[in-house]
Antibody, heavy 123, light 112 residues
């Protein structure tokens, strides 16, 4: 049974870089059946998809959300079987609960979510 | 980008009564294979979202049959035939047709 475990700092200063890691157990980040995503939920409650990475046709692919495209990097780490999120130049508007999630390519859904991590951007 | 719009924002329900949530997309979610690329998720208080319905009308494993999804193109509905207390939370629709993926704003279901 796949499990995702998130880790990273809960407080980041404005203009700095937010970094989170999602460790995978029960599956491989290199699986060609799934994609590895980051999603966030801002205090009012809405869900925003940030981006994903997946291994396909012998190469890593990356897709990012429009609002964060210029500031985001999602990276797989095959040696540790995990993937990470980096969001640069953060502002208080980036304060949110961040989730990692596995995406099933065939059925087009998120079938497993991390536990969520509140990241607050404040000086 | 595809914009998802849900209604209502809030839905007070009586246990045992039916409930219905609407979701509309800014463009058709019909895929070339005939499937509708629309999913429904429930986020219970303090929990991560969980999948209820995928590809428009397919119930996820373990989801009670009182939940059903219907619709096609750009107009979709989630129905609960008889609401139970454990169904409270925020329901989100999500388009899975193309990147960037996008969610509706959510519908908060609470017991009257």
């Amino acid at each position: 049974q796949v499990q995702l475990h998130q880790s990273g700092p809960g407080l980041v200063k404005p203009s700095q870089t937010l970094s989170l890691t999602c460790a995978i157990s029960g599956d491989s980040v290199s699986s060609t059946s799934f994609a590895w995503n980051w999603i966030r939920q801002s205090p009012p409650g809405g869900l925003e998809w940030l981006g994903r990475t997946y291994y396909h046709m012998s190469k890593w692919n990356y897709e990012y959300g429009t609002s964060v495209k210029s500031r985001i990097t999602i990276s797989p780490d095959t040696s540790k079987n995990q993937f990470s999120l980096q969001l640069n130049s953060v502002t208080p508007e980036d304060t949110a609960v961040y989730y990692c999630a596995r995406w099933d390519h065939m059925s087009r859904y998120f079938d497993c979510w991390g536990q969520g991590a509140l990241v607050t951007v404040s000086s | 980008d595809i914009v998802m719009t849900q209604s209502p924002l809030s839905l007070p329900v009586t246990p045992g009564e039916p409930a219905s949530i609407s979701c509309r997309s800014s463009q058709s979610l019909l895929y070339s294979d005939g499937s509708n690329c629309l999913g429904w998720y429930l986020q219970r208080p303090g929990q991560s979202p969980q999948l209820l319905i995928y590809l428009g009308s397919n119930r996820a494993s373990g989801v009670p049959d009182r939940f059903s999804g219907s619709g096609s193109g750009s107009d979709f509905t989630l129905k609960i035939s008889r609401v139970e207390a454990e169904d409270v939370g925020i329901y989100y629709c999500m388009q899975t047709l193309q990147s960037p993926l996008s969610f509706g704003g959510g519908t908060k279901v609470e017991i009257k």
